[in-house]
T-cell receptor
Framework: AQTVTQSQPEMSVQEAETVTLSCTYD???????LFWYKQPPSRQMILVIR??????QNATENRFSVNFQKAAKSFSLKISDSQLGDTAMYFC?????????FGQGTRLTINP | NAGVTQTPKFRILKIGQSMTLQCTQD?????MYWYRQDPGMGLKLIYY???????DKGEVPNGYNVSRSTTEDFPLRLELAAPSQTSVYFC????????????FGPGTRLTVL
């Protein structure tokens, strides 16, 4: 079974600052992928970034990057130059053979 | 493409009533999923399907049923609604299970009183 821990229930930063959201997970699967999804107040779930566990290189998507430490089973999300539109719940989600397992989320607020 | 659509957007049920949440995707995805999200929590998998005619239980299947007669549709049936089923329900679909992004519908907010 997969478990996910997001240890920061809430975070708040000023616009343009850099923020890092933490995630640790446990899985018995050898081949898996890791995702970060955001859920803004609209409630829509939106993919932020994806990491393939067999790749050592950390994924990057514009202002979003991850720090993937496979041995430590850690998958943190860094948001650079944060913007007001980044305000949302962020969920870490490892995916094994067929299923995503979601963490409890981190509520991120970007202040003007 | 509309993506993943869900109906209704909101619903209030009385205890013991039944209803079906509809989910349709127009991306020809084989995999479809139903999740529930309780307040302040992440999403929990209720049921999933890897193709028409094939369904399997997720983490929290009790009180729900599903069917998958077509690639496009994956309805979720609530029998004998209970207050514990008050939640937001999301349907999602993906092309391939493990490495593909899941595309989510807008959700259905269900209240059972």
């Amino acid at each position: 079974a997969q478990t996910v821990t997001q240890s920061q229930p809430e975070m708040s930063v000023q616009e343009a600052e850099t923020v890092t959201l933490s995630c640790t997970y446990d899985t018995s699967e050898s081949n898996y992928y890791l995702f970060w999804y955001k859920q803004p107040p609209s409630r829509q779930m939106i993919l932020v970034i994806r990491q393939e566990a067999y790749k050592q290189q950390n994924a990057t998507e514009n202002r979003f990057s991850v720090n993937f430490q496979k041995a430590a089973k850690s998958f943190s999300l860094k948001i650079s130059d944060s913007q007001l539109g980044d305000t949302a719940m962020y969920f870490c989600a490892p995916q094994g053979a067929q299923k995503l397992v979601f963490g409890q989320g981190t509520r991120l607020t970007i202040n003007p | 493409n509309a993506g993943v659509t869900q109906t209704p957007k909101f619903r209030i049920l009385k205890i013991g009533q039944s209803m079906t949440l509809q989910c349709t995707q127009d991306m020809n995805h084989n995999y479809m999923y139903w999740y529930r999200q309780d307040p302040g929590m992440g999403l929990k998998l209720i049921y999933y399907s890897v193709g028409a005619g094939i369904t399997d239980k997720g983490e929290v299947p009790n009180g729900y049923n599903v069917s998958r007669s077509t690639t496009e549709d994956f309805p979720l049936r609530l029998e004998l609604a209970a207050p514990s089923q008050t939640s937001v329900y999301f349907c999602a679909s993906s092309n391939m299970a493990s490495r593909s992004e899941q595309f989510f519908g807008p959700g259905t907010r269900l209240t059972v009183l």
